[in-house]
C-alpha cells in the first residue's frame, strides 16, 4: 500500500499530486495490478484534506482505467505503465545526458540549469491558457 | 438539493455599528466551506446567527431547510463549536459524554467512546485540566457524535499549537469521510483553510467579499504581469482584483471566465492565499462598495 | 437535562445536606433535654393550678447553655438561608455559564433552550424550597416546648420577644421559609440573566432581598388582615414610659399584655377617645413629689390605652398569606427567566 504525501507550495492541486504519485508508484513498480489504493478515510486522517479531492482523484484514476472501484471495500489498481513508458526512457534519457553535457560545456551551473529547464518547461504548459 | 446554509440580505447590528450587512449566501450541501477573514469581520456574528445564538437585524437565513435553533429536531441535525472550545471545567471527560448521550436522541454512543479512545484521552479527568487541543478534540466529539447533517465550527484552531491544530483537522477531515456531514469553518488564517476546504467565503467588514467553489475561483482568477498599464484598458470581461504598479511592472490580480488572448501579459495561478489577501485588500481599498462577487459554476 | 442539573448542582446539593445533617445532630442531641426542661417547670400541670404565665416566662428566661446557643444559631441560619440560596443558587445558575460561554455549548445539544431552563428553575428551585422547609420543621420539632411557653407567657418585654408572630421569629418558622427561598432563587436567578455577571448579581440579590425582608414585616404585612382593636384602663402599675416636656404637656405609655400577640401601635387615649398629650399632672411635673403620687394622678385623669395588634390565632393566617406572596412573586420572576432566555438573550 503507497502513502500518500502533499507539497502545499509546489502550486499543483491537491487532486492532481495524488494522481501523479499514483501513476510514479505504478511506473516504479510499488503499486502492482490488483493492490489496493488507501481507502478514503485513510487518506484524509492522514494528510488533513477534503475527502471530495482523493474521491476527485480516484475517479480520474478510474476514467483513466488506472483503477476501479469495488463497493463497499474500497478501490483497486487495475492496470500497469511500466510498459508504455518504459521503452520510451531509454532515449530520452539519453538525449537528456547529452543537453545536460552541452549545459554544462556553456557554462551553466546547476541553479541555472535547473532554471533554465522548469522555466521552458512551465511557459510551454501555460502556452495553454494565454 | 437545499443549501446547507442559505442567507438573504442577512444583516446584524449593534446599536449603530453593522457586525454584518447584506450577506447573501448559498452553501451547497457536501462540502467543507471555509469562512475566512480578519478579526472583526463578522464570521462568528454569522456563524452564531446560523445556529440560533443571535437573531438577525435583517434578513433571513435558513439552515438545512429550517429556522435555527427552531426545536429538538432542528437542533438535532445541526453540530456547533463555538470559538475556544467551550467545555464544563469541573465535569468530566466521561461526565461530558453522559451529557451528550441524555440531551441528544441520535446520540452515538459507540463512536463517541471511540473517538475519545483513539484521541487517548482519560475519561475520569476533568475538562478544566486538558489542553487546549484535548479540549477541542473533546468538544468536537460531542458536536459529531451526535450525528448531525452539518457541522458549524468558529475558529476551531485559532488557538491551537501547530501539532494540535493538524490532528484537529485529520480528525474532522475523518469523520467528514465517513459521516458525508458539511462542514462550515471560520478561521481568520488562510493556511488553515487551504488543505481542507472545497468551499470558500470571504468576509471582510460585515461584508462578503466572494463566495464559490475553490476549484471554480482559482480556475478564473489569474495573476497578470507585464509592462506598465492603467488597469481601466482592461476588457469588460477582466474584472480586476487587486493591482499594483512599479514605474515598468503592473501585476494585476484579474477575475475572468474567458481565456487571456493579450501576448503582453505574462500569466500565471493564483494561490488560494493571494486570492483572499487580493479580496481583503479590495475592501480596505474601497470601503462602502458593495462587491459581493460570486463565481459561478 | 434532569441529569445535567443534577450534575451541575451536584456539590451544591452535597453542601446543604452537611449543614441539615450537622443540624439534624445538634438538634438530636439537645431536644431530649429540652423537652425534660419543659416537663419539668410545671407547665403542662399549670393549668389546673398553676401561673402558667409566671412559669412559662421562668422557664424561657432560663434556657441557657448549649440549648439557647442551638436555638439561636438554628434561628440564625434559617433566617440566612434563603438569602444564601439567591446569592448562591441563584445569581449562578446561568450566569456562570454565560460568564464561561458554556451556554453555547448547552443550547446546541437537541434540547431547546426554554426547557434548559425551565428544568434548571424547577429543579433546584424546588430543592432549595425542600431544604428549607426541612429545616424548619427541624426547628418546629425542636422548639415545640418553647413555643408552647411563650403561647403562655406574661406581658413582660422579655417573653414577648420571642413571640412567634413578632417580626423577629415568624420569618424563622412555620411555612414563611419556604416563600422566601423561593423567591430568593428566583430574584437570583433573574439578577444573573438581567446582568450576566456573577459577582454584581449576587450583590444586587442580596441587597433586594434584605431590602425586601426589611420592607415586608415593617410596612406590608402588618396590614394583611385588618387588625384587632383593644381599649383597656391604663394600668399604672405598668407604666413604661413617662415624659415632660417644658411646655407642661406629658406623654405615658404602658405595657400591655395580650399573650403571643403581634402588638402593632399602643396608643395612650383620653376620655374623648383622642391621643393623650397632657396637661401634665402638678404631681408628674413636680420634681418632689413621688412616683406614688404622679401615678395616682394619672389614675384620676382615666386614661385608656388603645392597642391594635394581630391575635397569636392568626399565626398561620399569616403564615400562609405571606408563602403565598413570596410563592407568587417568585413564579412571575421565573415566568420571566424563561421569557428573557427564550426571547432576548443575544
Same mark, same amino acid.
Given at each position: 500500500?503507497?502513502?500518500?504525501?502533499?507539497?502545499?507550495?509546489?502550486?499543483?492541486?491537491?487532486?492532481?499530486?495524488?494522481?501523479?504519485?499514483?501513476?510514479?508508484?505504478?511506473?516504479?513498480?510499488?503499486?502492482?495490478?490488483?493492490?489496493?489504493?488507501?481507502?478514503?478515510?485513510?487518506?484524509?486522517?492522514?494528510?488533513?484534506?477534503?475527502?471530495?479531492?482523493?474521491?476527485?482523484?480516484?475517479?480520474?484514476?478510474?476514467?483513466?482505467?488506472?483503477?476501479?472501484?469495488?463497493?463497499?471495500?474500497?478501490?483497486?489498481?487495475?492496470?500497469?505503465?511500466?510498459?508504455?513508458?518504459?521503452?520510451?526512457?531509454?532515449?530520452?534519457?539519453?538525449?537528456?545526458?547529452?543537453?545536460?553535457?552541452?549545459?554544462?560545456?556553456?557554462?551553466?551551473?546547476?541553479?541555472?540549469?535547473?532554471?533554465?529547464?522548469?522555466?521552458?518547461?512551465?511557459?510551454?504548459?501555460?502556452?495553454?491558457?494565454? | 438539493?437545499?443549501?446547507?446554509?442559505?442567507?438573504?440580505?442577512?444583516?446584524?447590528?449593534?446599536?449603530?455599528?453593522?457586525?454584518?450587512?447584506?450577506?447573501?449566501?448559498?452553501?451547497?450541501?457536501?462540502?467543507?466551506?471555509?469562512?475566512?477573514?480578519?478579526?472583526?469581520?463578522?464570521?462568528?456574528?454569522?456563524?452564531?446567527?446560523?445556529?440560533?445564538?443571535?437573531?438577525?437585524?435583517?434578513?433571513?437565513?435558513?439552515?438545512?431547510?429550517?429556522?435555527?435553533?427552531?426545536?429538538?429536531?432542528?437542533?438535532?441535525?445541526?453540530?456547533?463549536?463555538?470559538?475556544?472550545?467551550?467545555?464544563?471545567?469541573?465535569?468530566?471527560?466521561?461526565?461530558?459524554?453522559?451529557?451528550?448521550?441524555?440531551?441528544?436522541?441520535?446520540?452515538?454512543?459507540?463512536?463517541?467512546?471511540?473517538?475519545?479512545?483513539?484521541?487517548?484521552?482519560?475519561?475520569?479527568?476533568?475538562?478544566?485540566?486538558?489542553?487546549?487541543?484535548?479540549?477541542?478534540?473533546?468538544?468536537?466529539?460531542?458536536?459529531?457524535?451526535?450525528?448531525?447533517?452539518?457541522?458549524?465550527?468558529?475558529?476551531?484552531?485559532?488557538? /491551537?499549537?501547530?501539532?494540535?491544530?493538524?490532528?484537529?483537522?485529520?480528525?474532522?477531515?475523518?469523520?467528514?469521510?465517513?459521516?458525508?456531514?458539511?462542514? $462550515? /469553518?471560520?478561521?481568520?488564517?488562510?493556511?488553515?483553510?487551504?488543505?481542507?476546504?472545497?468551499?470558500?467565503?470571504?468576509?471582510?467588514?460585515?461584508?462578503?467579499? $466572494?463566495?464559490?467553489?475553490?476549484?471554480?475561483?482559482?480556475?478564473?482568477?489569474?495573476?497578470?504581469?507585464?509592462?506598465?498599464?492603467?488597469?481601466?484598458?482592461?476588457?469588460?470581461?477582466?474584472?480586476?482584483?487587486?493591482?499594483?504598479?512599479?514605474?515598468?511592472?503592473?501585476?494585476?490580480?484579474?477575475?475572468?471566465?474567458?481565456?487571456?488572448?493579450?501576448?503582453?501579459?505574462?500569466?500565471?495561478?493564483?494561490?488560494?492565499?493571494?486570492?483572499?489577501?487580493?479580496?481583503?485588500?479590495?475592501?480596505?481599498?474601497?470601503?462602502?462598495?458593495?462587491?459581493?462577487?460570486?463565481?459561478?459554476? | 437535562?434532569?441529569?445535567?442539573?443534577?450534575?451541575?448542582?451536584?456539590?451544591?446539593?452535597?453542601?446543604?445536606?452537611?449543614?441539615?445533617?450537622?443540624?439534624?445532630?445538634?438538634?438530636?442531641?439537645?431536644?431530649?433535654?429540652?423537652?425534660?426542661?419543659?416537663?419539668?417547670?410545671? =407547665?403542662?400541670?399549670?393549668?389546673?393550678?398553676?401561673?402558667?404565665?409566671?412559669?412559662?416566662?421562668?422557664?424561657?428566661?432560663?434556657?441557657?447553655?448549649?440549648?439557647?446557643?442551638?436555638?439561636?444559631?438554628?434561628?440564625?441560619?434559617?433566617?440566612?438561608?434563603?438569602?444564601? =440560596?439567591?446569592?448562591?443558587?441563584?445569581?449562578?445558575?446561568?450566569?456562570?455559564?454565560?460568564?464561561?460561554?458554556?451556554?453555547?455549548?448547552?443550547?446546541?445539544?437537541?434540547?431547546?433552550?426554554?426547557?434548559?431552563?425551565?428544568?434548571?428553575?424547577?429543579?433546584?428551585?424546588?430543592?432549595?424550597?425542600?431544604?428549607?422547609?426541612?429545616?424548619?420543621?427541624?426547628?418546629?420539632?425542636?422548639?415545640?416546648?418553647?413555643?408552647?411557653?411563650?403561647?403562655?407567657?406574661?406581658?413582660?418585654?422579655?417573653?414577648?420577644?420571642?413571640?412567634?408572630?413578632?417580626?423577629?421569629?415568624?420569618?424563622?418558622?412555620?411555612?414563611?421559609?419556604? @416563600?422566601?427561598?423561593?423567591?430568593?432563587?428566583?430574584?437570583?436567578?433573574?439578577? @444573573?440573566?438581567? =446582568?450576566?455577571?456573577?459577582?454584581?448579581?449576587?450583590?444586587?440579590?442580596?441587597?433586594?432581598?434584605?431590602?425586601?425582608?426589611?420592607?415586608?414585616?415593617?410596612?406590608?404585612?402588618?396590614?394583611? =388582615?385588618?387588625?384587632?382593636?383593644?381599649?383597656?384602663?391604663?394600668?399604672?402599675?405598668?407604666?413604661?414610659?413617662?415624659?415632660?416636656?417644658?411646655?407642661?404637656?406629658?406623654?405615658?405609655?404602658?405595657?400591655?399584655?395580650?399573650?403571643?400577640?403581634?402588638?402593632?401601635?399602643?396608643?395612650?387615649?383620653?376620655?374623648?377617645?383622642?391621643?393623650?398629650?397632657?396637661?401634665?399632672?402638678?404631681?408628674?411635673?413636680?420634681?418632689?413629689?413621688?412616683?406614688?403620687?404622679?401615678?395616682?394622678?394619672? @389614675?384620676?385623669?382615666?386614661?385608656?390605652?388603645?392597642?391594635?395588634?394581630?391575635?397569636?390565632?392568626?399565626?398561620?393566617?399569616?403564615?400562609?398569606?405571606?408563602?403565598?406572596?413570596?410563592?407568587?412573586?417568585?413564579?412571575?420572576?421565573?415566568?420571566?427567566?424563561?421569557?428573557?432566555?427564550?426571547?432576548?438573550?443575544?
Amino acid at each position: 500500500m503507497i502513502e500518500f504525501y502533499l507539497d502545499s507550495r509546489s502550486g499543483v492541486a491537491p487532486y492532481l499530486q495524488l494522481i501523479q504519485q499514483v501513476r510514479q508508484a505504478l511506473r516504479l513498480g510499488l503499486l502492482r495490478e490488483g493492490d489496493q489504493l488507501p481507502t478514503v478515510k485513510d487518506v484524509v486522517r492522514r494528510l488533513a484534506i477534503n475527502p471530495n479531492t482523493v474521491l476527485k482523484a480516484y475517479r480520474e484514476l478510474e476514467y483513466e482505467g488506472l483503477a476501479a472501484a469495488r463497493a463497499g471495500i474500497g478501490t483497486f489498481v487495475t492496470a500497469t505503465l511500466t510498459d508504455a513508458s518504459l521503452a520510451a526512457h531509454g532515449p530520452l534519457r539519453r538525449d537528456l545526458r547529452r543537453w545536460l553535457a552541452r549545459a554544462r560545456r556553456a557554462g551553466l551551473d546547476d541553479d541555472s540549469i535547473e532554471a533554465l529547464f522548469l522555466d521552458t518547461f512551465r511557459s510551454a504548459a501555460g502556452e495553454d491558457i494565454a | 438539493m437545499t443549501a446547507v446554509l442559505e442567507a438573504r440580505g442577512l444583516g446584524k447590528r449593534y446599536g449603530r455599528l453593522w457586525a454584518l450587512a447584506d450577506c447573501t449566501l448559498s452553501i451547497p450541501p457536501g462540502h467543507v466551506a471555509g469562512l475566512v477573514g480578519p478579526n472583526g469581520a463578522g464570521k462568528t456574528t454569522l456563524l452564531h446567527m446560523a445556529v440560533g445564538l443571535l437573531q438577525p437585524t435583517s434578513g433571513t437565513i435558513e439552515v438545512l431547510g429550517g429556522q435555527p435553533a427552531a426545536g429538538p429536531a432542528q437542533l438535532a441535525r445541526v453540530g456547533f463549536l463555538a470559538q475556544d472550545a467551550p467545555t464544563y471545567a469541573g465535569l468530566s471527560v466521561a461526565d461530558h459524554l453522559r451529557l451528550g448521550a441524555h440531551l441528544n436522541p441520535g446520540w452515538d454512543a459507540r463512536l463517541a467512546h471511540d473517538r475519545i479512545e483513539a484521541l487517548d484521552l482519560n475519561p475520569g479527568q476533568r475538562a478544566g485540566k486538558l489542553s487546549g487541543g484535548e479540549r477541542a478534540q473533546l468538544a468536537l466529539t460531542l458536536a459529531v457524535a451526535k450525528r448531525p447533517e452539518l457541522l458549524i465550527l468558529d475558529e476551531p484552531v485559532a488557538s /491551537l499549537d501547530p501539532l494540535a491544530r493538524r490532528e484537529f483537522l485529520q480528525d474532522l477531515m475523518e469523520a467528514v469521510a465517513e459521516q458525508q456531514v458539511s462542514v $462550515v /469553518l471560520s478561521s481568520h488564517l488562510v493556511a488553515d483553510l487551504e488543505r481542507v476546504c472545497d468551499y470558500l467565503i470571504v468576509l471582510t467588514t460585515g461584508r462578503v467579499q $466572494v463566495a464559490g467553489e475553490v476549484e471554480d475561483l482559482l480556475a478564473t482568477h489569474h495573476l497578470l504581469t507585464g509592462p506598465r498599464r492603467d488597469p481601466a484598458t482592461l476588457p469588460a470581461s477582466q474584472h480586476v482584483i487587486s493591482a499594483s504598479h512599479t514605474d515598468r511592472q503592473t501585476t494585476l490580480l484579474v477575475r475572468t471566465d474567458a481565456p487571456i488572448h493579450d501576448p503582453a501579459w505574462t500569466v500565471s495561478q493564483v494561490g488560494m492565499e493571494d486570492l483572499v489577501l487580493a479580496y481583503m485588500s479590495q475592501a480596505a481599498g474601497s470601503r462602502g462598495r458593495k462587491p459581493a462577487l460570486e463565481a459561478q459554476r | 437535562m434532569i441529569w445535567l442539573t443534577w450534575r451541575q448542582f451536584r456539590a451544591q446539593a452535597w453542601a446543604a445536606l452537611a449543614v441539615l445533617a450537622v443540624i439534624a445532630i445538634a438538634f438530636g442531641v439537645t431536644g431530649p433535654h429540652l423537652a425534660y426542661l419543659y416537663d419539668a417547670s410545671g =407547665i403542662p400541670a399549670c393549668h389546673a393550678h398553676g401561673d402558667c404565665a409566671t412559669l412559662a416566662t421562668n422557664f424561657v428566661n432560663e434556657l441557657k447553655g448549649l440549648d439557647a446557643v442551638v436555638w439561636f444559631v438554628s434561628i440564625g441560619v434559617l433566617y440566612l438561608a434563603p438569602g444564601l =440560596i439567591g446569592v448562591f443558587w441563584g445569581a449562578p445558575l446561568v450566569t456562570r455559564e454565560l460568564e464561561a460561554g458554556t451556554f453555547r455549548l448547552a443550547w446546541n445539544q437537541s434540547v431547546t433552550r426554554t426547557r434548559w431552563i425551565a428544568v434548571k428553575l424547577a429543579l433546584v428551585g424546588l430543592a432549595a424550597m425542600a431544604a428549607v422547609g426541612l429545616f424548619s420543621l427541624m426547628i418546629a420539632w425542636w422548639a415545640s416546648p418553647i413555643d408552647r411557653a411563650t403561647g403562655l407567657a406574661a406581658s413582660r418585654n422579655g417573653a414577648s420577644s420571642v413571640n412567634r408572630l413578632a417580626p423577629l421569629l415568624f420569618g424563622a418558622s412555620g411555612v414563611a421559609p419556604i @416563600g422566601y427561598a423561593a423567591f430568593a432563587f428566583a430574584l437570583g436567578v433573574t439578577a @444573573g440573566i438581567v =446582568i450576566r455577571r456573577t459577582v454584581p448579581a449576587m450583590a444586587i440579590t442580596l441587597a433586594v432581598f434584605a431590602a425586601v425582608q426589611i420592607v415586608m414585616p415593617n410596612w406590608v404585612r402588618p396590614h394583611l =388582615i385588618t387588625p384587632a382593636h383593644v381599649t383597656t384602663a391604663l394600668n399604672t402599675a405598668n407604666i413604661s414610659q413617662l415624659s415632660t416636656d417644658n411646655n407642661g404637656q406629658m406623654t405615658v405609655t404602658a405595657a400591655v399584655h395580650i399573650p403571643g400577640a403581634w402588638v402593632l401601635s399602643n396608643q395612650t387615649i383620653n376620655a374623648a377617645g383622642q391621643a393623650f398629650t397632657g396637661p401634665a399632672t402638678k404631681a408628674c411635673l413636680s420634681q418632689t413629689a413621688s412616683i406614688r403620687a404622679c401615678n395616682a394622678s394619672l @389614675g384620676r385623669l382615666h386614661l385608656r390605652q388603645l392597642v391594635t395588634y394581630q391575635p397569636a390565632s392568626r399565626y398561620w393566617a399569616f403564615q400562609w398569606h405571606e408563602t403565598a406572596i413570596f410563592l407568587a412573586v417568585a413564579l412571575l420572576l421565573a415566568g420571566f427567566c424563561v421569557w428573557w432566555i427564550r426571547r432576548r438573550l443575544s
